[in-house]
């Protein structure tokens, strides 16, 4: 059975600080994984990464992807208070169609 | 472009009600596909259809049914309404083909209550 899981579940930190959050799965045909950002409405996009090893940056956010052993991380550098939000982890396989499998997601609270 | 769309925005409804949930796009996307979201679980699968006339089950589907007579447009209709499908209700559409990455794009969402 297909599988994506985010750790930690929910972080408090403080404005200035690093955070990284993982995801790992297990899906057969694997075709991307992608990170989304939620703030108490519909994910909006972030990342989709499909090659081992090459970050994806986008401002103070980064992310890569290890194929080899299932996982990838979200950094988020100096962190602000809009930073708070579910960070949410989804895997689409090689397959016509589009079906995702989503982590549980992470719940980030930046505090001033 | 208004992208997805999803009405209506709040539903209370009692136990044994039913109603349909709207969502449309207008990406000319062949896929799309029902989540709800509860406390704790993520995004979970529905139903989905890869076009106009084509559906299948997600990972929750029941209680649920679904349609897709249009590329547009893709109901939800729950059919006799349990507390249990107490939820946020997101639609999301994308592009079917095997290029590309499979990014979906979603809509604001349903907030469904069920007494």
């Known amino acids: 059975e297909d599988k994506v899981v985010q750790s930690p579940l929910s972080l408090v930190v403080h404005e200035g600080d690093t955070v990284t959050l993982n995801c790992s799965y297990e899906?057969?045909?694997?075709?991307?994984l992608l990170w989304y950002k939620q703030e108490k409405k519909a994910p909006t996009f972030l990342f989709m990464l499909?090659?081992?090893?090459i970050e994806k940056k986008s401002g103070r956010l980064s992310s890569i992807l290890d194929k080899k052993e299932l996982f990838s991380i979200l950094n988020i550098t100096a962190t602000q208070t809009g930073d708070s939000a579910v960070y949410l982890c989804?895997?689409?396989?090689?397959?016509?169609?589009?079906?995702?499998?989503f982590g549980a997601g992470t719940i980030l609270r930046v505090k001033s | 472009n208004a992208g997805v769309t999803q009405t209506p925005k709040f539903q209370v409804l009692k136990t044994g009600q039913s109603m349909t949930l709207q969502c449309a796009q207008d990406?000319?996307?062949?896929?799309m596909s029902w989540y709800r979201q509860d406390p704790g679980m993520g995004l979970r699968l529905i139903h989905y259809?890869?076009?106009?006339?084509?559906?299948d089950q997600g990972e929750v589907p029941n209680g649920y049914n679904v349609s897709r007579s249009t590329t547009e447009d893709f109901p939800l209709r729950l059919l006799s309404a349990a507390p249990s499908q107490t939820s946020v209700y997101f639609c999301?559409?994308?592009?079917?083909?095997?290029?590309?990455?499979?990014?979906?794009?979603f809509g604001p969402g349903t907030r469904l209550t069920v007494l």
């Open positions: 999301a559409s994308s592009y079917s083909g095997l290029a590309g990455g499979g990014e979906q794009f």
């Open positions: 899906v057969t045909n694997f075709r991307s």
């Open positions: 499909t090659s081992s090893g």
């Open positions: 989804a895997v689409a396989r090689m397959e016509y169609g589009n079906k995702l499998v």
């Open positions: 990406m000319n996307h062949e896929y």
């Open positions: 259809s890869v076009g106009a006339g084509i559906t």
